[in-house]
């Protein structure tokens, strides 16, 4: 049986063994198991908005401390989907599996979103693991080469950019999390204004690149390019279909998954230098627009 931190989860925590299920619930009135949820509430001091979530999870990457849950709809705020979200440094982790059942508090401010009070109200059968782990691109080794569509429609690959240096994200339009596409816009939006500021703008490349090739049309990403302040040619949008970007995603490690609309994605952004390697692979949002004007610098200083 797998060992829970009964910590996490507050005052009046129930725990029981029912029918072979290990079932978990907040006090306060739980049927069979099922916590019972306080309907969307806002703290008005700081305008905090928390909902309800219930949900199964499809992912664990304890390495980077995010999970994927494909999560009912959540009334008030947005549509049944499949997102991931940041758990590094709670204790649940630990015990997360996949197919796990889960009820937790989303909690939504001006900083992002939060998970909250997770409980597992049903475990998931055991499963054998049938994927090997894909080994991540090392810093120095060639960045496969793959194509996308620009925002402007015009194809291009990745060794088209050769002799500049250039910063990959991935991210899609239709992103509801302020702490996951949206962060990575505004953070290129301040790494372009640093590298304009530095003199670097022209041997240096900045593109988002979209894994949603349904939606993220090029008439789209000019849209949203205009909205969120790119202007080329340092900063572009650009679009991969799926069997492109599945050259390059698993070494960068990119794991994201359409789905009728629902996305499970992380987050990773690579530094490419003027060769086509990379040199720094940032997996999440803990990197700093100091960093990668640093390693950027670096790149287009060293000799070829």
Known sequence: MRRFHSERFGEGLRVGLVGGWLLMGLAGGCDRGVSRLEPPSVEASTAVRTYPLRGEVVRVDRETGRVAIRHEEIPGYMPAMTMAFELAGDPVLEDLQVGDQIEARLRVDSNGTTLEQIVITALAEPKEATESAVELLGVGEPVPDFALTDQEGVGLRLSDLRGRAVVLTFIYTRCPLPDYCPLMDRRFAELARGLRAAGLEDSVRLISVSFDP?????????????????????????VAEHEELNKVAPKLGLSYGPSQGEWIHTLSTAVIDREGRLVSLHRGRDWTVGDVVRELRDAIERPR
């Open 214 to 238: 349904e939606h993220d049309r090029p008439e789209v990403l000019r849209r949203h390019a205009r909205m969120v302040g790119a202007r080329g040619p340092l900063w572009l949008f650009a």
